[in-house]
């Protein structure tokens, strides 16, 4: 399998390109990644260096890829965040492009925005792009409830408007979207609910919450999902495999008290979850 991965990336830590290219590789995955950012740490820290790329710099990298006449043997395309909405332009061509080598490509759309703490916190114009372009061409969706509420419109904060909130979002363009991380009337204290829904169909996914405070769980979760989902075709199983992995790597970066993700120490979790959970139709 070989993944066209366009997402940020940082020297030091593991988010963007950074916290999803190891895991898919640990999967047998070839992945092809392209940065949209270049930055020494990520913004968590309150202070970095670096610099955004543009547009063209994403669509120069894509047309090398394709004279090595690949792209035909691209199973899937896979963002997160887009620095602007140039490059989110450019990234959208670039799912073209590949679907013109290769109609059955996925799209997996992370549209990174923002979270509940934060608000939104990208660039002017790209919550927009998400919205009206991003999505429309996207198979998949990984949004977190604050960007499935703010991309659909809806509340989320009972189980029943969490699913009309994810087809909300099925009507924009993707047939299966996966919440990566959800509290509602239902969710008992102490855990935190995953929720996927494909065709009219819903599963949730439950795992106690973690005392931590990082970023990049959510990069790596929407790889692993991409990657079980091409595999299996089954949103159900994707739920299954990938959550279990993310709270296995989660976990252990917790009982380390680590500021960064342990992607590296922790990869085991990518192949064999140390514990699994249910996954239950809803």
Known sequence: MNILSIQSHVAYGHVGNASAVFPMQRLGVEVWAIHTVQFSNHTGYGAWRGRVFDGPAIEELVAGIAERGVLGQCDGVLSGYMGSADIGTSIVRAVATVRAANPRALYACDPVMGDTDRGIYVRPGIPEFMRNQALRVADIATPNQFELNHLSGLPSNTLDAAKAAVTALHVLGPRVVLVTSLATEATPPGSIDLLAGEGGRFWLLRTPRLTLEVN????A??????????RTGSAALALGMAGASVYGLLRRTAEAGSREILTVAAQDEFIAPSETFPVEPV
Not at 216 to 219: E, I, N, P, Q
Not at 221 to 230: E, G, K, N, P, Q
């Open 216 to 219: 990049g769980a959510g990069d």
């Open 221 to 230: 979760i929407a790889a692993l999902f991409l990657v079980h989902y091409a």
